[in-house]
């Protein structure tokens, strides 16, 4: 844990880092997230995201729900094993509750039923219980809440082109040091050569996502597409929509 935290702190240091943005309103044009919005819009929502980094996609998600006619979040919160200083947390109201902490070998700090739109966006290449993680989300959403997971796909079709030439797919990474290993001298590598390993430790398919949610009680319901494209599970970037399933 120690060693893990160092490697965060480190990374969190670059001001680039956690900054990316994805296509939120897509996301907010999916028919899981419409049915979802048509039962909550009338009232305040309890919004978690799980390993917030700087805060930016939390910013964007309670930005887009404000201007889809959502009143002001009745509670959000956030979880991460740091805490950065250049974050934009303050700029989301209500000022989300920080609870700095793992989320790979503790359960989350809250209680059952407790939220009712979780995101745990590019987070669960990090984890090692991936399992663990997703049932412990399953807890703390409300029985009909909606649950948007992220994460790199190592099928994406540029991915697939790179295993029939033996190549190293973006976003599987080998190392704490580069992210150039597997990759042909050139064009791609000389531009990788500007970006840092963030620590991914697990690989998903589109069907292993899937399959992984079920195990773990949750029933998917949709695809987004983070960085757009007309096929969802062909991009670099994939999300998945999740409604929790009653527990036995």
Known sequence: MQVEAKFYERLHS???????RFDVPRL?????????????RSRAVRVLDIGCGKGQFLLDVTSALAKDGFP??????VVDLIRTRDNVL????PVP??????????PLPFGDDAFDFIS???????????EKLLREIHRVATPDALVVISVPNVAAWMNRLAFLMGGQPLGSEVGTESVEYGFWPGFLQSRLKAFHPSGHIRDFTPRSL????????????GWWAQNGGLVATWGRN????????PTP
């Not at 303050?90 to 109201?93: G, T």
């Open 210 to 221: 899937r399959d992984l949610s079920r195990r773990c009680g949750f029933q998917p319901v």
């Open 97 to 106: 509750e920080f609870n700095q902490q793992s989320v790979d070998d503790q």
């Open 14 to 20: 670059d001001t680039g880092y956690g900054r990316s």
């Open 28 to 40: 907010m044009r999916q028919p899981a997230y419409q049915r979802w919005a048509a039962k909550h």
């Open 90 to 93: 303050d700029q989301i109201k």
């Open 238 to 245: 994939l999300g998945i929509l999740l409604e929790p399933r």
């Open 120 to 130: 745990c966006n590019h987070v669960l290449e990090h984890i090692f219980e991936t």
């Open 72 to 77: 002001l979040c009745q509670r959000v919160a």
